[in-house]
Structure formats: C-alpha cells, structure tokens
C-alpha cells in the first residue's frame, strides 16, 4: 500500500514495451526487404556500386535483430536501429541514391525518432540530421559527397521536412500528455479500489488479496505469516457522545499511529467500521503479539481530543499465526475468536496474553 509503483502498472509498461518491440522488428523485416528491393534496381539499373551497398546495409539490421533475439535488450534494439537509420539516411543524402531522390527517405526519420526516443532527445538528434544535411547541401565538395541538389529542391526538402518535424513533435507531446493523464487515472482508480476512502489504509477486498498471496508464500516457501484483528472498544459509545465527525477523526488518527508502529512490508486494513486488520509477513506468533501489545500501548497512551476534551480510545486485538491453521478461512476464525476472548477479558488487552507495555495494569475502557 505504500509503494506508489503497483504490480498492475509494471504490468502495462511491460506491454507496452512489448509491443514496441514487436512493431521494430516489423520495421526491421520491412527496411530488409525494401533495401533488397531498392538494391536489386540499383544493380539492373546499371549502378552496381549502389546496389551492393544497400544489400550490405541489410547486414547491420539482421544483426540488431539477432542479437535482440539472443539478448532481449529493448534498449540496444531502439539503439541499433536507429544508428542504422541515421547512418543509411547520411547515405544516401551524400550521394543521392537513385535519381537524387535519397533525400527524401529523410521524411521517415521525424517519426521514428520522436516514437522511440523523448522528444528533448529526439530533437537533439533531428537538429544534428539538419546540420548534416546542410553541410551536404552547402559543400557539394567534400569528401564522400558526390550528390548535388538544386536550390528549389533545398528550400522545398528543408520547409517541408520542418513542418513535418514540427507536426510530429506535436503529435507525440499530445500523446505522451494523453498517456500521462490516462495512466494517472487508471493509478487513481486503481488506488480507489484498493483503499479505505477514510483513512486512506487498505480495505477489505485489498487485504484479502494479499492474504492470498502470503499463503501462497507460505506454501510453496514455507514462510509464516501473522494476522492480527482489532476493534476500537466502545467505539460505538465515542460516535454516540461526540457525533460521527470526531468517531471519522478517531479512525483516522488510529490509522496515523498504526501506519507508525507498523514496519514497512506489514499491511494495515480497514476490515470494517472500527474493526481493523494487521497483516504481518515474515512473523511468528510472538513477533506478532508483541507489535500488537506496542500497539495497544501507543493507542492507549495517545490524546485523541475534542473540543479540547480527550476522548478516550483503546484497542482489543486478537493474534494469530499460519503455523496454527489450514487455510485463510480458518486464520480469520481463530483470530475473530482471540479478539472476543480479548473484549470478554476486559477490553484494552491483547489475546492471547502478553505482558503489557503500559506504566499501569490495562483496565476496562
């Protein structure tokens, strides 16, 4: 309850992920048989040079494919393909591939760019790509270019490849915003149906599920596993002589203090009206009594006041163990049972008996 990262969002990143996985090696099947295609009319066009160097960029794609099978690094893969792209791009804008229309394959890279990367990243990369088509453009002299462009095609290849950049930029900011406010939502509702409106600590459904898991734990690992139920006493008695609001300021300044003495991995649940539950994984029965007895202790020893006056709470608790039932059924009765032999005992105590951490002997409330 207090790790803000649930299994359900690890869950739906890890789709997501794959699924971008899974649309790059489409990609990658695709630039593999364009680039043979483009290759094989290079060659029977006559330009055998450029025909064999585009069948020799199919080389670096397969092994970013292999590798991502072998390896699974998502990264590496995002990594991989897109130095190809920028390398092949660079290609063929220094040469003009076919016809001078290498340029033009330009067009793709916006939005592959700005899907894989962040846009701060994107941007980067996209501003480096002018920069090198610039200097292409402005210096048809240099080593290695061999292209030369007319001007009409510069001012039209840079004002459209701009808009192009732009909208794309847009594109992604208006989606990852609609992402961002659709995974805020769903942690929203997600944090709605597992919590306790009013106090803000587990509820019932929530608690029951990880009962689930703490005895499949048990189980299969043979790790133990403590409950322990509690009832504000005479609760029903603070409602009636203070109202209801102070009886909600009561839960929730039960659930502070709890949330408190308990330690990290233990799950605090509102099991019902004043009754509450403690799930302690990785507990004896003794360990167990004695965070409940320290808790008993805090909650006795704690002012909670009204109107300037104090109000006086205590607890009842029953504790419990795996160790000593069968299932999640038989748990939850042997500790409703330890807590009726709390209340019948007097109240403000713990059941089974431990020694109490207060000054003073418990007494009846």
Same mark, same amino acid.
């Given at each position: 309850?207090?790790?803000?990262?649930? @299994? #359900?969002?690890? =869950?739906?990143?890890?789709?997501?992920?794959?699924? %971008?996985?899974? =649309?790059?090696? %489409?990609?990658? %099947?695709?630039?593999?048989?364009?680039?043979?295609?483009?290759?094989?009319?290079?060659?029977?066009?006559?330009?055998? +040079?450029?025909?064999?160097?585009?069948?020799?960029?199919?080389?670096?794609?397969?092994?970013?494919?292999?590798?991502?099978?072998?390896?699974?690094?998502?990264?590496?893969?995002?990594?991989?393909?897109? +130095?190809?792209?920028?390398?092949? &791009?660079?290609?063929?804008?220094?040469?003009?591939?076919?016809?001078?229309?290498?340029?033009?394959?330009?067009?793709?890279?916006?939005?592959?760019?700005?899907? &894989? +990367?962040?846009?701060?990243?994107? /941007?980067?990369?996209?501003?480096?790509?002018?920069?090198?088509?610039?200097?292409?453009?402005?210096? !048809?002299?240099? !080593?290695?270019?061999?292209?030369?462009?007319?001007?009409?095609?510069?001012?039209?290849?840079?004002?459209?490849?701009?808009?192009? #950049?732009?909208?794309?930029?847009?594109?992604?900011?208006? $989606?990852? #915003?609609?992402?961002?406010? @659709?995974?805020?939502?769903?942690?929203?509702?997600?944090?709605?149906?597992?919590?306790?409106?009013?106090?803000? @600590?587990?509820?019932?459904?929530?608690?029951?599920?990880?009962?689930?898991?703490?005895?499949? $734990?048990?189980?299969?690992?043979?790790?133990?596993?403590?409950?322990? @139920?509690?009832?504000?006493?005479?609760?029903?008695?603070?409602?009636?002589?203070?109202?209801? *609001?102070?009886?909600?300021?009561?839960?929730?300044?039960?659930?502070?203090?709890?949330?408190?003495?308990?330690?990290?991995? *233990?799950?605090?649940?509102?099991?019902?009206?004043?009754?509450?539950?403690? &799930?302690?994984?990785?507990? /004896? =029965?003794?360990?167990?009594?004695?965070?409940?007895?320290?808790?008993?202790?805090?909650?006795?020893? +704690?002012?909670?006041?009204?109107?300037?006056?104090?109000? !006086?709470?205590?607890?009842?608790?029953?504790?419990?163990?795996?160790?000593?039932?069968?299932?999640?059924?038989?748990?939850?009765?042997?500790?409703?049972?330890?807590?009726?032999?709390?209340?019948?005992?007097?109240?403000?105590?713990?059941?089974?008996?431990? $020694?109490?951490?207060?000054?003073?002997?418990?007494?009846?409330?």
């Amino acid at each position: 309850m207090r790790d803000n990262i649930t @299994l #359900s969002q690890a =869950l739906s990143t890890e789709h997501e992920e794959q699924q %971008v996985s899974r =649309l790059l090696t %489409v990609v990658s %099947v695709m630039a593999c048989l364009f680039l043979f295609g483009i290759g094989a009319k290079a060659w029977h066009s006559g330009n055998h +040079t450029h025909g064999v160097i585009l069948w020799l960029f199919n080389l670096p794609v397969i092994i970013n494919m292999l590798w991502f099978a072998r390896s699974g690094n998502r990264d590496a893969q995002k990594a991989g393909l897109l +130095t190809f792209a920028v390398f092949l &791009l660079s290609y063929l804008i220094a040469t003009g591939g076919e016809s001078s229309t290498g340029p033009l394959w330009f067009y793709a890279l916006p939005p592959m760019l700005f899907f &894989l +990367t962040s846009l701060k990243t994107g /941007t980067a990369v996209l501003l480096c790509c002018y920069l090198a088509a610039m200097v292409v453009f402005q210096f !048809p002299d240099l !080593p290695g270019i061999t292209a030369e462009y007319n001007n009409d095609f510069k001012i039209r290849f840079f004002a459209t490849l701009t808009f192009e #950049s732009i909208f794309c930029f847009v594109l992604e900011a208006a $989606r990852q #915003s609609a992402r961002n406010k @659709l995974v805020s939502f769903a942690q929203a509702h997600e944090h709605a149906a597992r919590t306790d409106e009013l106090t803000g @600590l587990a509820n019932r459904r929530e608690i029951l599920n990880r009962l689930n898991v703490e005895f499949s $734990r048990f189980q299969r690992a043979g790790h133990l596993f403590s409950i322990v @139920l509690i009832d504000l006493d005479l609760f029903k008695r603070v409602n009636d002589t203070y109202g209801h *609001d102070t009886g909600d300021k009561v839960l929730q300044r039960f659930a502070e203090v709890t949330l408190g003495v308990t330690r990290q991995t *233990d799950v605090a649940a509102r099991w019902g009206g004043e009754e509450f539950m403690l &799930l302690l994984p990785d507990t /004896t =029965l003794l360990q167990a009594l004695a965070l409940a007895e320290r808790l008993r202790a805090e909650i006795a020893s +704690t002012a909670f006041i009204h109107n300037g006056a104090s109000v !006086p709470v205590t607890l009842s608790a029953g504790v419990c163990s795996i160790s000593g039932a069968a299932s999640i059924n038989e748990l939850l009765k042997q500790a409703d049972v330890q807590l009726y032999m709390a209340k019948e005992s007097g109240r403000n105590r713990i059941s089974p008996r431990v $020694r109490s951490q207060d000054k003073t002997p418990a007494s009846s409330t």
